[in-house]
């Protein structure tokens, strides 16, 4: 019930960032027409469907709490079967960060079916955990990632004459074929730019097959 709308235009809107419940379909909010103060509208109803809640703790190797690690929900297919089913069903992915004690937490994870929990932060290796499933009996689990520091990749710019090319704007993701398989290990993106001497380091990436642009 929401008492107290001024006559006008409204738009009712339903929130559940922090509910474990999901949208069962079409679009959560409803335009709302007040003529009188004192009038009663009904009917504006939404439909939901239960959910369950992901939450644990991101922890370096010693058990140190990592803080601002980003967390993200993920499934086991591939990279782009994921990507392209976000886009057809408009659902972002389900994220957060994890706080000063390393804790986080996500809410609205779709029932029955197998997930994983993808961590990344800027000075360890991108970690991936185990598949799970929750389900209608056990809509709460609790998954721990423990971050790693991974491997650098070391090279140089050079243009044909083999002068140094400064700036250059290199880029490391996953090797080809890894976007078309199942989600086994954490995939790795990194971004950078070439130094004055043309050299650049990419840091800190997970064991798997890469190519550098």
Not at 8 to 32: C, F, K, M, Q
Not at 106 to 122: I, K, M, T
Request: aromatic share 8%; glycine share 10%; proline share 8%.
């Amino acid at each position: 019930t929401i008492s107290g709308l001024a006559p006008g235009d409204h738009v009712i809107a339903l929130e559940l960032h922090d509910a474990p419940y999901r949208l069962t379909g079409g679009i959560p909010s409803r335009n709302v027409t007040v003529t009188d103060p004192t009038e009663r509208i009904t009917g504006i109803d939404f439909v939901v469907e239960a959910a369950g809640t992901v939450w644990g703790y991101v922890f370096a190797g010693d058990r140190t709490p990592v803080s601002s690690t980003e967390v993200v929900l993920c499934g086991t297919e591939s990279i782009v079967a994921q990507a392209v089913e976000g886009i057809t069903k408009q659902t972002p992915p389900i994220g957060a960060r994890s706080d000063g004690d390393g804790y986080y937490k996500l809410v609205g994870v779709p029932l029955n079916e197998e997930w994983r929990v993808y961590a990344a932060s800027g000075d360890w290796a991108p970690q991936l955990s185990d598949p799970f499933i929750l389900t209608d009996n056990q809509r709460t689990v609790r998954v721990d990632l423990f971050l790693l520091a991974g491997s650098d990749v070391y090279g140089r710019v050079v243009s044909t004459d083999g002068s140094p090319v400064p700036q250059a704007h290199t880029l490391c993701i996953p090797a080809l074929a890894k976007f078309f398989k199942p989600l086994d290990m954490p995939p790795a993106f990194r971004e950078l730019r070439s130094a004055e001497d043309g050299s650049f380091v990419i840091q800190d990436l997970p064991p798997g097959d890469y190519q550098v642009l």
